[in-house]
């Protein structure tokens, strides 16, 4: 008998950690955006690349990416959940990206370098 309510207890916890887990993974907003902008140097080259996501609960339209003097063509609908991975041009500076979207997002991301770790590529 205690053993069968050792294991309802135990269930109801995994159940409630499960349900807190996949609410809090639910967009808040209506509109959101997330950018992930990462530049990593090597010793012969610069690898870039900008990650942006839709994290709101509604479809984000005229999503513009600018690089400062170039910018991607425009992503006419991003839907909830999509995302887009997109490589800066060459010849454009690696400081910080820039991102619209309607209604009214605008998000200036400045570049992340990875951690180098000792024995790695690159470090």
Not at 28 to 35: A, F, G, I
Request: hydrophobic share 45%; aromatic share 4%; charged share 15%.
């Amino acid at each position: 008998m205690r053993l069968v309510f050792v294991v309802a207890v135990a269930a109801g916890i995994v159940v409630v950690a499960i349900v807190i887990m996949f609410v809090s993974a639910l967009p808040t907003k209506n509109y959101d955006l997330s950018v992930d902008a990462l530049k990593d140097q090597q010793s012969l080259f610069t690898n870039a690349r900008v990650i942006i996501k839709n994290t709101g609960r509604l479809p984000l339209t005229d999503v513009l990416v600018d690089y400062g003097n170039q910018t991607e063509p425009a992503i006419p609908v991003l839907q909830p959940g999509e995302s887009r991975s997109l490589s800066p041009p060459e010849g454009v500076q690696l400081d910080s990206v820039t991102v619209t979207a309607e209604p009214g997002i605008k998000i200036v991301q400045p570049y992340r370098a990875p951690i180098k770790l000792p024995g790695m590529i690159g470090s």
